[in-house]
Nanobody, 127 residues
Framework: EVQLVESGGGLVQPGGSLRLSCAAS????????MNWVRQAPGKGAEWVSAINSGGDWAYYSDFAKGRFTISRDNAKNTLYLQMNNLKQEDTAVYYC????????????????????WGQGTQVTVSS
């Protein structure tokens, strides 16, 4: 059974940093590209970032470029998202997600469809 468990969210002031983690199990984590997506209240889901299976290539949405860094540790089956210089508009629930078709909850973003399993982790940026 696939499991993706996100952690690391919280309340942070504008300009602050957070590091999100996603512990994966139930599938061959190191064989798949992985993504972070987010959902803010009253807004459509947004794709944030992706990383290829080997961790060699990373891709970012325009709002994440220069502020967020995605990484993975395939030995630990864990995906990360380092978020710096956070802004109020980054407030959202963040999910790690596989490509669609894994059987999880489907989320439709501005950059395609993905599957997630966990509850996500809430990031709140506020002074």
């Amino acid at each position: 059974e696939v499991q993706l468990v996100e952690s690391g969210g919280g309340l942070v002031q504008p300009g602050g940093s957070l590091r999100l983690s996603c512990a994966a199990s139930g599938f061959t984590f190191g064989s798949y590209d992985m993504n972070w997506v987010r959902q803010a209240p009253g807004k459509g889901a947004e794709w944030v970032s992706a990383i290829n299976s080997g961790g060699d290539w990373a891709y970012y949405s325009d709002f994440a470029k220069g502020r967020f860094t995605i990484s993975r540790d395939n030995a630990k089956n864990t995906l990360y998202l380092q978020m710096n210089n956070l802004k109020q508009e980054d407030t959202a629930v963040y999910y790690c997600a596989t490509p669609s078709g894994f059987g999880g909850t489907r989320i439709v973003t501005n950059n395609g469809e993905y599957d997630y399993w966990g509850q996500g982790t809430q990031v709140t940026v506020s002074s």
